[in-house]
């Protein structure tokens, strides 16, 4: 290999004789690893001679051991690198075949000497390059590219949190039906990688789930665009937007509060409200704003307008079950609240097997008691995931309306954790989370297993130590499906929120046996028999 030598930006890198007669030739010049090209037929000054990394930027293999191809008078010249097909055009820079870009060099010939310029493009141009590379990833589900982008990202100086910023902005117009759990996992992973991570790639871990997350939902969706009218915001107005399903005026109120200057704190109640103001998507309504909330707040005054977009449109969308017969008790015991006792709260388990009808009657005995009933109210809730029938996940012969599984009791937690900070927040609210807390434990009493004992699923280690422990381990989980994943984590984060808030409790020993439990008898996510026999049973009733 020829002796490199420096003169400015430009790197004299091997005689032009020795690359002519071989075509192809590898240098190395300051750490990097560079494939020099003889193109025949080609002036020399006239891209006769090219020079790009020689690591393909898919998985690193070697492009001088790839096809040359093109190249005469009005064609492109072309490297195809061998392993995976991938193709470049040495010309323009663009990869026709595959992802990521592939650096190139300038070249010049000088004293029969081939000289390359290997200066480094400036880390802003790096940076962004990195962030529109994975807008680009995304529409594909491109997992492996969004990781070595964000590294890229990161080696040339950025804050990854960038790229989360990008993703929110590149997703949040394609949910059709406004937020999903990718946003609201994310401050979780974000969190999870703060916390417990141990190394580089563990970090770079947790930011890949949330983008490739977000990647996932929105996969070939088109943009749903958001209106751009704006008016002043008025909280009881947009409240009622937001009860009439007019999405339209809803965002309206947002647009103006944000070019008012209004942040979280200020849209906060009105969103909460507007959570609870029904018993709806099965408890996700003031999760998402919990989680919106602690997203923003780690993102930035840029994030909200995209994560407020999406919130609001998820409210316009929500299913209202609190209107089906099942749950049709909880609009009378939230009207008749304050006629409510003050009875001393039962003990949990009190909670666990009655009707939706006869615990939310059971909780209006005590509706003066506040956060003295929802601890009590948390550990039933606990109580009944440590004891979920787990043969209900592999039952093919039952009902739609007795399709149920592990998610219908671990979101009675995450909602109890989000419904208690909104409560805190605004004690005004704590009717409407308690009664709500409560139509999970009617709705889930049916699905228990009277033969569970917690004594064989306890935990040996501190609660704080168990969770933190699970948390770890999600940053190499196995899990293909993203939803699955990212409830293991907000469930444990949920869960070590609890404690740390309510360390005197008795309900942390029972949490990490629940979840526990939970982690061996894994969530069964294709039910194929099951909707086989259903359909055959629905078409058969239609008449």
Not at 214 to 219: L, T
Not at 398 to 421: C, E, P, Q
Not at 462 to 482: A, C, Q, R, T, W
Not at 509 to 522: D, K, S
Request: proline letters at 4%; aromatic letters at 8%; one cysteine or more.
């Amino acid at each position: 290999m020829s002796t490199i030598r420096r003169s400015g930006n430009w790197v004299r890198v091997t005689d032009l004789d020795s690359l002519i007669a071989k075509g192809r030739k590898v240098v190395k010049a300051e750490g990097k690893q560079i494939a020099l090209f003889h193109v025949a037929g080609r002036d020399l000054e006239n891209g006769g001679i090219q020079a790009c990394n020689n690591r393909c930027p898919h998985e690193g293999y070697p492009l001088i051991e790839g096809a040359l191809s093109g190249g005469a008078a009005g064609e492109s010249c072309k490297l195809t690198c061998n392993w995976h097909n991938w193709k470049f055009d040495l010309d323009s820079g663009e990869t026709e075949v595959g992802g990521d870009k592939l650096r190139r060099y300038p070249v010049r010939v000088e004293g029969g000497e081939v000289l390359v310029d290997i200066t480094d493009p400036p880390p802003e141009e790096l940076i962004h390059s990195a962030l529109d590379n994975i807008a680009d990833a995304m529409p594909r589900h491109e997992y492996d590219r969004i990781a070595r982008e964000v590294a890229r990202l990161q080696k040339a100086g950025g804050d990854p949190d960038l790229a989360i910023l990008a993703a929110v902005e590149h997703s949040h117009d394609r949910f059709e039906y406004g937020f999903t759990h990718a946003f609201a996992a994310a401050a979780d992973w974000l969190r999870l990688g703060d916390e417990l991570a141990e190394n580089d790639a563990e970090r770079l871990a947790s930011h890949v789930e949330v983008i490739g997350h977000m990647s996932w939902d929105s996969m070939r969706e088109r943009q749903y665009p958001f209106t751009v009218k704006s008016r002043s915001y008025d909280e009881d107005g947009f409240v009622q937007a937001i009860e009439e399903e007019n999405e339209d005026a809803a965002i309206a109120y947002i647009n103006g509060a944000l070019a008012e200057g209004l942040g979280m704190p200020a849209l906060r109640k009105g969103l909460l409200r507007a959570a609870l103001n029904h018993y709806q998507m099965f408890g996700h309504a003031p999760i998402y704003v919990y989680k919106t909330e602690q997203l923003s707040d780690r993102l930035g005054r840029d994030s909200l307008k995209p994560l407020l977009h999406c919130l609001v449109r998820g409210l316009v969308y929500a299913s209202r079950e609190d209107l089906i017969p099942e749950f049709k008790a909880y609009r009378p015991a939230l009207e008749t609240w304050q006629q409510g006792g003050d009875a001393t709260p039962r003990p949990a388990a009190d909670y666990t097997r009655l009707s939706v009808p006869k615990v939310l009657d059971l909780i209006r005995q005590s509706a003066k008691s506040g956060p003295d009933l929802y601890r009590v109210l948390l550990e039933a809730a606990t109580l009944q995931l440590l004891h979920f029938r787990v043969t209900m996940d592999s039952r093919t012969d039952n009902s739609v309306s007795d399709n149920v599984n592990w998610l219908d009791f671990t979101h009675a937690i995450t909602f109890a954790n989000a419904g208690r900070w909104a409560a805190e927040q605004y004690p005004e609210l704590w009717p409407e989370v308690l009664l709500q807390i409560g139509c999970f434990l009617g709705r889930n009493a049916g699905f228990l297993d009277n033969g569970v004992d917690a004594a064989d699923w306890r935990v040996q280690q501190e609660p704080k130590i168990y969770l933190n422990g699970v948390l770890h381990d999600m940053l190499d989980h196995s899990f293909p499906e993203y939803i699955v994943a990212c409830h293991y984590v907000k469930l444990a984060t949920a869960m070590r929120d609890e404690i740390e808030n309510d360390p005197a409790s008795d309900h942390s020993g029972l949490m990490t046996a629940a979840l526990n439990r939970l982690i061996a008898h894994p969530i069964k996510r294709k039910q194929v028999l099951r909707t086989a026999n259903q359909s055959l049973d629905f078409v058969a009733r239609e008449g």
